[in-house]
């Protein structure tokens, strides 16, 4: 059964830095076959595509209100994937959840409802 564990959020003051991880595993095929992508939701707000990177981590996509600050990896030799967050802000509080999606080519999707497998979640609260 395939898994997506997060790892990694807590409590951060403004400015501060985080890593989450999303370690996989139970895929059928290997996890350089899947276009990964991070999402978040804060409460009362829809869930927002935060970046996405292709399955041979050759393209990367980032939302234009993380850009220059979120960095987006994967190792796919360790099945776990990362998110680097730097100069967080309060309005980057929200459960951030990695998702999987199977692809036959090295692309990636950003549309939440491309992805099958998503993991729990982890919060990631921004506050001072």
């Known amino acids: 059964q395939p898994q997506l564990v997060e790892s990694g959020g807590g409590l951060v003051q403004p400015g501060g830095s985080l890593r989450l991880s999303c370690a996989a595993s139970?895929?059928?095929?290997?996890?350089?076959?899947?276009?990964i992508g991070w999402f978040r939701q804060a409460p009362g707000k829809e869930r927002e595509g935060v970046s996405c990177i292709s399955s041979n981590g050759g393209t990367t996509n980032y939302a234009s209100s993380v850009k220059g600050r979120f960095t987006i990896s994967r190792d796919n030799a360790k099945n776990t994937m990362y998110l680097q967050m730097n100069r967080l802000e309060p309005e980057d509080t929200a459960v951030y959840l990695c998702a999987a999606q199977f692809t036959y080519t090295d692309w990636y999707y950003s549309d939440p409802g491309q992805y099958e497998y998503w993991g729990q979640g982890t919060q990631v609260t921004v506050s001072s």
């Open positions: 139970g895929f059928t095929f290997g996890l350089n076959h899947y276009a």
